[in-house]
Nanobody, 125 residues
């Protein structure tokens, strides 16, 4: 099972990026999906998540209104559309999957969690 994140890069403040996480090896259509990030010297933090069924979403306060998470279960992907980027959004972004959205958001550890490798987002001022 593999989660492959892509779409990171260098962007100026105020710009946009779209991250995509593609899953392989199993289907995650009945799993919650999420994005986390980790800045240098900081702990990994929850950014946005999307549940199932019904695709309920949850966002960290620092991205609400600027980022949007979506899922395509036919393609086994989850995307994070990031707009109005700020230098403080600079981090390595990780995708994850777990049994439900609450577990993704609230549990720092989970035996059922899958993690993808990170993709670096750098926002210049």
């Amino acid at each position: 099972v593999q989660l492959q994140a892509s779409g990171g890069g260098l962007v100026q403040a105020g710009g946009s990026l779209r991250l995509v996480c593609a899953a392989s090896g199993r289907t995650f259509s009945n799993w919650a999906r999420a994005w986390f990030r980790q800045a240098p010297g900081e702990e990994r933090e929850f950014v946005a998540g999307i549940g199932w069924p019904g695709a309920a979403t949850s966002y960290a306060d620092f991205v609400r209104g600027r980022f949007s998470i979506s899922r395509d279960d036919a393609e086994n992907t989850v995307a994070l559309q990031m707009s109005s980027l700020k230098p403080e959004d600079t981090a390595v972004y990780y995708c994850a999957a777990d049994v439900d959205l609450r577990t993704l958001r609230e549990a720092t550890t989970s035996r059922s969690r899958y993690w993808g490798q990170g993709t670096l987002v750098t926002v210049s001022s």
